[in-house]
């Protein structure tokens, strides 16, 4: 069983580590202004960051989520847009429990149930997602600029 709580200002070392694991997962390299705006957002109350600790208080899992509106219900819509754990805490109940206190906290919010993405390829993670939520089907698109089309219509 895991401690989940905010994020701790004192943990930021500890949480710029995971988050540069978690970065390095999905091989992307996110400039060094975006993690400190994200770590300021989560302060601030613009993005919502938990963590879990283990009995000795060691950060082994983060989970970052937000609200937002939907056109689609009344509520809020509560997107879950990051979560790491630890490999050494995976298969423990770690990711399990980040994601049932985002869901306790969008239902505290009046918000709706969260949901959030992954990579096709994290089957690790996806095996755990098929087990807490039902995957909608939907294909994430990123639009692309015409410079970056090159000569595709």
Same mark, same amino acid.
């Given at each position: 069983? $895991?401690? *989940?709580? +905010?994020?701790?200002?004192? @943990?930021?070392?500890?949480? %710029?580590?995971?988050?540069s &694991?978690? !970065?390095?997962?999905? =091989?992307?390299?996110? +400039?060094? %202004?975006?993690? /400190?705006?994200?770590? !300021?957002? *989560?302060?601030?109350?613009?993005v919502?960051?938990?963590?879990?600790?283990? %009995?000795? &208080?060691?950060?082994?899992? *983060?989970?970052?989520?937000?609200?937002? @509106?939907?056109?689609?219900?009344? =509520?809020?819509?509560? $997107?879950? !847009?990051?979560? $790491?754990?630890d490999?050494?805490a995976?298969?423990?109940?770690?990711?399990? !429990?980040?994601i @049932? %206190?985002?869901? /306790?906290s969008?239902? =505290?919010?009046?918000?709706?149930? +969260?949901?959030?993405?992954?990579? /096709?390829?994290?089957?690790?993670?996806?095996?755990?997602?098929?087990?807490?939520?039902?995957?909608h089907?939907? *294909?994430? $698109?990123?639009?692309l600029?015409?410079? =970056?089309?090159?000569?595709? +219509?």
């Amino acid at each position: 069983m $895991y401690r *989940i709580g +905010p994020l701790r200002q004192s @943990e930021r070392a500890r949480w %710029a580590q995971l988050w540069s &694991e978690y !970065q390095r997962f999905y =091989a992307v390299d996110l +400039p060094m %202004a975006v993690t /400190e705006a994200t770590w !300021q957002r *989560i302060h601030n109350g613009r993005v919502h960051g938990l963590g879990a600790r283990d %009995a000795g &208080e060691n950060l082994l899992g *983060i989970v970052h989520f937000l609200y937002h @509106e939907d056109t689609w219900a009344t =509520a809020p819509a509560c $997107y879950l !847009q990051d979560l $790491y754990v630890d490999p050494k805490a995976r298969g423990t109940g770690c990711g399990r !429990q980040l994601i @049932e %206190a985002v869901a /306790e906290s969008a239902k =505290a919010a009046g918000a709706n149930d +969260p949901y959030w993405l992954t990579h /096709e390829t994290n089957l690790t993670g996806r095996r755990l997602y098929d087990r807490l939520a039902k995957n909608h089907g939907f *294909i994430q $698109y990123a639009y692309l600029p015409a410079r =970056a089309r090159g000569s595709a +219509p």
